[in-house]
């Protein structure tokens, strides 16, 4: 595999900067802080996704290159597999999964398994290779490759571990002390009495003695359970009963209701009926009195008209007398002024009677009138209450309809009603009995006994109850007990099969590590003792892994020595090599190898040993350097090496 185009858009502190890559060596040089780790950083993150998880650190590697400024954080990778496809990725890292090209620019995405948490595993599929084995063997930077002096153990430890089983942090015997010691803390032996294993059997044995105990009690609560349930029952029926005839007598006490108003309106009608007869028997009365008024007033007018009769004619006999006086008079009387004088009698008389006369007429009139009066005030009470009979036969009549049409609403209304409410718990009720009670009389005799059937169920309840709370601690405490045993017995199943797995651990590391040590381990120290010798110009020649004295390298002159007895610098170079060793295997791909500063301790020989190495070794691998210094240029331009420099 080789890189040959990195376009970053937005990573960390570098923005809008392309490097082109060499299919060989390549020199990437800066100085601190111009970004060298954050270009390697950025490959990695191309290939494998930027992950947001702190993963024990400070920052996540999102938190850590997210720009500051602007929105953009992208990039771009181009490379090719040694079958020659090339591929460019494109990746938005706010985005979980990036978009892959084939080398007609067409979209391949879909092409690769995506995992839920790790997303797109494209690289993973074409190289065989995850994140954590790329960044453990083929990128190397100073901090993997330089240890101090008190510390140089750890790096042969981690060799050791390296050659015996494949990982640098493995050790075969750490590992198999650590299942021993995690066998004997976490499940124990037969003679560890308060180790996991044995505390939980014995005190799943005292929990079965205790809940022996207990046992009795499951049936009382039963027995409470049973009695309780018939008895709700019985309550659900007798409340649906009771609810039945509350409805019922609601509908009845309507009707009641509705029939006092009817009764009332039947009141009112009876009342005016009364009213009527006495209006009636006033008329009578009326009538009589007036009757008597008027024959009195007429025989007064009649004995008035008689009299002014009687009257005339005696006038008219006196005028007449008067006349014929006056003639008698006139005939024998010679006094002139006499018969004159005498003459006036005539007039005064006929004034006399006629004054006398029109006040007996004006006496007869006033009396006629009083009458008309008195017949009119007569007339008018006589019609007043004539008047008022016909208002209240009215009314009558209006509440004698009323009075009909409620009574047929009522008994429609109420008869429709009731069917209803039978209809509806038919199903409900029963006791049949209870349906047939109509009559608001029995219904609350029946609501009344219902209701003391229910107060005495319910005082039932209560002391079951009661009983029930005596025995449900008991019952819980079983069940508790019932529940520590289930999980008791599932830790102690566990605790077996953990103990299984731990035996079979231990079983298959031993088998790993003796294939390992009889298959793998001699290639490792093969190809590591051809690398030391190498890097260090003969020096050391043979490297070996023994299970007493643990990494061991024969000198120049035949001898053995153990490798904590190597300077520094030798056991660096010795995990370098160790680590370059091992790329041949790791994939199916000739995978770059990628160093960070990795020479920053080296001295200017022991720099050049390792570049010739590099540079003569592997001939068909891309290399890549991140470098601070000109050393490297200045060894590769003294041996006439090759190699493509960036200046960044």
Not at 200 to 214: A, G
Not at 335 to 343: D, E, P, R, S, V
Not at 597 to 601: L, N, R, S, T
């Given at each position: 595999?080789?890189?040959h185009k ?15 890559l060499?299919?060989?060596?390549n ?5 601190n802080?111009?970004g ?6 950025f490959?990695v993150n191309?290939?494998y996704?930027?992950?947001?998880n702190?993963n ?9 290159y ?5 929105e953009?954080?992208s ?21 979980k ?24 595993e ?8 995850d ?6 063997t083929?990128?190397?930077n ?14 042969i ?8 089983t ?23 032996t ?7 294993l ?20 499951k049936?009382?609560?039963?027995e409470i359970e ?10 659900s029926?007798?409340e649906?009963e009771?609810?039945?005839?509350n409805?019922v ?9 509705e029939?006092?108003k009817?009764k009332?309106?039947?009141n009112i ?10 209006n009636?028997k ?8 007036n009757k ?5 007033n007429?025989e ?9 009769n ?6 008219i ?6 006349i ?10 010679k ?9 006036l009698?005539?007039p005064?008389d006929?004034?006399f ?6 006040n007996?007429k004006n ?12 017949e009119e005030?007569?007339?008018n ?6 008047n ?9 009549n209006?509440l ?5 049409e ?7 209304k ?11 718990y038919?199903n ?10 109509n009559q608001?009389?029995?219904i609350?005799?029946?609501?009344e ?5 229910l107060?005495?169920i319910?005082?039932k ?10 025995v449900?601690?008991?019952i819980d ?11 008791n017995n599932?830790?102690?199943v ?9 035996n ?5 590391l ?12 001699p ?12 890097i ?10 023994q299970?007493?004295n643990g990494?061991v390298?024969?000198l120049e002159?035949?001898?053995y020595?153990?490798a904590?007895?190597l300077?520094?610098?030798?056991i660096?170079?010795?995990?370098l090599?160790l680590r ?11 995978m770059?190898?990628m160093l960070d ?5 080296y ?6 040993n390792?570049l010739k190495y ?8 891309q290399?890549?350097l ?6 490297e ?5 003294e041996c006439n ?8």
């Open positions: 595999m080789k890189i990195l376009k970053i858009n937005a990573y960390g502190k570098i923005k809008d900067k392309e490097i082109e060499d299919d060989h060596i020199v990437i040089h800066g100085q802080e111009t060298k780790s954050t270009i390697l950083n490959i191309m290939l996704g930027i992950s947001k702190k024990g650190k400070e920052y996540s590697d999102f938190e850590k997210k720009p500051w400024e602007g953009d954080f990039g771009k990778i181009e490379y090719a597999l040694d079958n020659k496809e090339a591929f460019e990725v494109f990746r938005d890292f706010k985005k999964n990036p978009q892959i090209f084939n080398e007609k620019k067409e979209d391949i995405s879909k092409q690769f398994n995506i995992d839920k948490s790790k997303g797109n494209f690289f993973y599929e074409q190289t065989k290779m994140e954590k084995l790329f960044l453990s083929i990128v190397v100073q901090e993997q490759v330089k240890l101090e002096k008190s510390e140089q153990n750890i790096l430890q981690k060799i050791a571990n390296l050659v015996g494949g990982d640098d942090n493995v050790s075969y015997k750490r590992a198999i002390d650590r299942i021993n010691r995690r066998q004997l803390e976490e499940i124990g037969e003679r560890s009495r308060e180790k996991p044995n505390r939980l059997l014995r005190e799943n044995q005292n929990l079965e003695e205790e809940k022996l105990k207990l046992e009795k009690y049936n009382t609560k039963y049973e009695n309780k349930k018939n008895i709700l029952e019985k309550l029926n007798l649906t009771l609810e039945y005839l409805k007598k609601k509908i009845l006490e309507e009707e009641k209701i029939n006092e009817i009332i309106k039947e009608k009876n009342e005016n009926n009364q009213k009527i007869n006495v009636k006033e008329i009578s009365d009326i009538e009589n009195k008597k008024i008027l024959e009195k007429n007064k007018i009649n004995t008035l008209i008689k009299n002014k009687k009257l005339k004619n005696k006038l006999i006196v005028f007449i007398i008067l014929l006086i006056n003639i008698l008079i006139f005939v024998f009387v006094n002139t002024i006499f018969k004159y004088i005498f003459l009698t005539l005064m006929l004034i009677s006629i004054l006398f006369l029109k007996k006496k007869i009139k006033i009396l006629e009138k009083e009458n008309k009066k008195e005030k007569i007339n009470e006589k019609n007043n209450y004539l008022e009979n016909k208002i209240i036969e009215k009314n009558n209006e004698e309809n009323e009075i009909n409620l009574k047929n609403n009522l008994n429609t109420i008869n429709l009603e009731i069917e209803k409410i039978k209809n509806n038919l409900k009720i029963k006791n049949n009995e209870i349906i047939k009670i608001l009389y029995y609350n005799e029946e609501i006994k219902i209701q003391k059937e107060n005495r319910n005082i309840l209560h002391e079951l109850d009661f009983e029930k709370e005596n449900e601690p008991k405490n079983l069940m508790k007990i019932e529940e520590e045993i289930v999980d599932e830790k102690i566990n605790l077996k099969k953990l103990e299984k797995s731990m079979l651990a231990k079983n298959l031993e088998k790993a590590y003796e294939k390992m040590k009889n298959t793998v381990t290639k490792f120290t093969e190809n590591l003792s051809k690398n030391i010798d190498e260090t110009n003969g020096k050391y020649t043979n490297v070996m892994v299970d007493d990494l390298v024969e002159n035949g001898n020595v153990e904590n007895r300077s520094v610098g030798t660096d170079q010795l995990y090599s370059l060793s091992m790329t041949e295997d790791l994939s199916k791909e000739k770059p190898i500063e990795a020479f920053a301790y001295d200017t020989k022991r720099l050049e390792i590099l540079a003569n070794t592997y001939p068909d691998r290399i890549i991140f470098t601070c210094t000109e050393r240029k200045n060894i590769f331009n090496i090759p190699y493509h420099f960036i200046e960044l």
